[in-house]
């Protein structure tokens, strides 16, 4: 029988899976044609027909971490501050799946740092995460629920916060249930909330 | 002529100097016996002498990098708060040597998270940072130059607003300059200052 265009994509869809399988357990240092064979319960062979070089299964593997993380369910927050509270949270390795990604991301920053042109991605990325909460923190002080000063400053360290908090929840997570991140998190939004305007002399 | 002691020492020198740079200019996923070799002007089979085996190469970096870490020159800070902010600020890429030794511990991650061994190491790690740190803010909490609320507490969330920030700052060096770190840092105390206890209802 011949292959349809759907066993084709559902096999493409079995090699992405153990794509993601192979980095949440090992990451990009051990990402290897191999490994996702393995995972496939494939040959290496058949695997070169999808990558024929390990950087086409690297960029497989980014364009991977792209899309889910733009298809991960987002918490719905209301207006202001509520909106802040929702989209940092959204970061933070609540769940199984935010775990996998989470550990995926930061093992992806080694490979980043190491290619001028991915590393301006990255950096890209990431400003325009910032670009986003910078408009849902400035919202916020428009309602009064944080003090006057410079948006951006604002974004730019709570999106600190919360990438440092996913690095030590990752590696600590009994001492860093999902219970406490959002203490965490709440601690420091307290904070932003009572603290004297971003760009005031202090 | 027999090779001195002075001679061995000054090689592993020489040897240790190449993979420091090879670290700080491609992380842990571009460390290979290769690319150390190159660095250093020499033939692998020179280096498979030092390193029998790439988890030799990876276990001498990783010791590297925490004997480097903790050779770093630390700021003085006075007491209180004052201790807390150098603490802080030393963990920054404020100096070209800091951007090295971040860039290499961000790395550095991806390795330490695929291997349980090493990941409860780093989390015991960061756990002794935390703990450092958490003695610093009870004492600023004495002087009160903090508001009361569980010390450990403030310190997780201090340590978690300092990683994120390197993480940001390699990757986006301009928009991340030393003279900004700092600013986001101050912003970020100010806000504990500010901030209602850590463990009140909010």
Not at 28 to 34: H, I, S
């Amino acid at each position: 029988m011949p292959r349809t265009k759907g066993d084709h994509e559902a096999r493409r869809r079995d090699v992405s899976e153990a794509v993601w399988r192979v980095l949440a357990a090992h990451g990009f240092g051990g990402l290897t044609l191999r490994a996702v064979a393995a995972e496939l319960g494939a040959s290496t062979g058949l695997l070169t027909h999808y990558f024929p070089a390990k950087r086409d299964l690297v960029a497989h593997a980014l364009d991977l971490l792209d899309r889910r993380s733009a298809a991960r369910p987002r918490r719905a927050g209301g207006p202001g501050l509520a909106a802040v509270r929702a989209a940092l949270l959204g970061v933070l390795p609540l769940t199984a799946e935010a775990t996998d990604s989470n550990r995926i991301w930061v093992s992806s920053w080694d490979t980043a740092l190491a290619d001028p042109g991915l590393s301006e991605e990255y950096a890209r990325k990431y400003a325009r995460s910032r670009d986003k909460l910078c408009a849902l923190v400035a919202t916020a002080q428009e309602r009064g629920e944080l003090p006057a000063g410079d948006p951006a400053r604002i974004a730019a360290g709570a999106q600190s916060f919360v990438l440092g908090l996913v690095v030590q929840a990752l590696f600590a997570p009994a001492a860093f249930s999902p219970q406490h991140q959002v203490e965490l998190l709440d601690d420091y939004l307290a904070g932003l909330a009572a603290g004297p305007s971003a760009d005031s002399p202090n």
